[in-house]
């Protein structure tokens, strides 16, 4: 996964709604991390296309902070919570027998308040 703690500084390698940003505070480690920003017409989400092996189970986590924090992988699994600091969320997921790609997310809900994201990995 590439940037996963956004510690570029930037969005590099992630998709994202209009007005996510990279920010300084709050992050679980490092310097800087994902705020998700959803406004009334959208979750804010944030999106990462990864390469996987096929027929191969996998565990995403992050770290999320903030109301109605969700992450999962497109076409499969979610998680969600909503806290006031951060919290590790996981999902697991099997991938197929011909599938070599998945997309990751994160997003909030709409016009919940801003939701913050730091150090994804998938192992």
């Not at 992050?62 to 969700?70: L, R």
């Not at 997003?107 to 913050?116: I, L, R, S, T």
């Amino acid at each position: 996964m590439a940037n996963p703690g956004f510690e570029t500084g930037s969005l590099s390698s992630w998709t994202c709604n209009s007005p996510d940003a990279v920010v300084s505070s709050p992050v679980h480690s490092g310097s800087h991390a994902l705020e998700v920003a959803p406004t009334s017409n959208t979750t804010g989400e944030c999106d990462q296309t990864i390469t996987v092996q096929a027929n191969h189970t996998y565990t995403l986590s992050a770290y999320v902070n903030g109301p109605y924090a969700y992450i999962g992988v497109q076409n499969g699994t979610s998680t969600w919570t909503s806290s006031s600091s951060y919290t590790q969320l996981s999902v697991q997921f099997t991938t197929g027998a011909s599938q070599t790609s998945i997309t990751i997310y994160i997003h909030g809900w709409y016009a919940q308040g801003n939701v913050y994201a730091d150090d994804f990995s998938l192992s």
